[in-house]
């Protein structure tokens, strides 16, 4: 069931999101050759505590970690690990964060130290793809008008969108009704209101959009071992121009 949020959930909500954003500039500032994803996993648990908030993933189906820590050909839910990122590397950190009940969930991916220019690419363009989405997210749009906005514009850009993992809504828990695909038809699906509370959070890669699942049950990678990449925000609908709670 969809559900519209109050004021003061979407207020909360926001302010989850602000720490968020928060966190991935922090975690922008540490990114660099020599670092490794558990080092960033000690960090974000140790931020949020400092500032009131929980990693709301954590314990969520048996996942044990803060953040999702998705680097190279990974497309999404991969742990963090002690190994150190390589020049060149590209690296997703997802998260979640619960601040006094609100909830809030953005993704970000980072290049570590000079990338290639097909990974600079890839990841210029679903940063692109994103706000494509968040453009048409507005009350009286349908979901398929996001998904198709996301779409046409990756694969005009010779890339291909995920369709094992979608953005989805979010308010009293992580994950709640609807599911936003990253592709579809205009004019489909259900219409957006004011009140809701989704996720957009396109995954591109750079070559198809098929996946392969490592025997952890949670890593999903490409299935032809080329680069992925992900941005993610959570928002508002309103009449006008979504409402961004995880602005950077």
Excluded at 13 to 39: D, F, N, S, Y
Aim: with cysteine; glycine share 10%.
């Amino acid at each position: 069931m969809i559900t519209i949020k109050s004021e003061r959930e979407i207020n909360l909500m926001h302010e989850a999101g602000k720490l968020l954003a928060a966190t991935h500039r922090e975690i922008a500032k540490m990114i660099k050759p020599g670092i490794t994803t558990w080092e960033i996993e000690e960090f974000v648990d140790k931020y949020l505590a400092e500032h009131g908030a929980t990693p709301e993933q954590k314990g969520y189906n048996g996942y044990k970690y803060a953040t999702c820590a998705s680097v190279n050909d990974v497309i999404c839910h991969g742990f963090p690990q002690k190994i150190a990122l390589k020049e060149g590397d590209i690296v997703t950190i997802d998260m979640v964060v619960n601040l006094n009940g609100g909830l809030a969930d953005s993704a970000w991916t980072y290049a570590v130290g000079e990338v290639s220019d097909e990974a600079q690419r890839l990841m210029d363009v679903t940063k692109n793809a994103l706000y494509r989405g968040i453009e048409v997210a507005r009350a009286g749009n349908r979901l398929g008008d996001i998904g198709h906005a996301i779409q046409s514009y990756a694969e005009g850009e010779k890339f291909s969108v995920v369709r094992d993992f979608t953005g989805h809504g979010i308010g009293k828990t992580m994950h709640e009704d609807p599911t936003v695909l990253h592709y579809g038809k205009p004019g489909k699906g259900a219409r957006l209101k004011e009140g809701m509370v989704i996720t957009i959070e396109p995954m591109l890669n750079a070559g198809t959009w098929h996946m392969k699942m490592d025997q952890d049950g949670w890593t999903a990678r490409t299935a032809d071992g080329k680069l992925s990449a992900q941005y993610e925000h959570t928002l508002v609908i309103t009449k006008e121009d979504p409402i961004i709670l995880t602005e950077q």
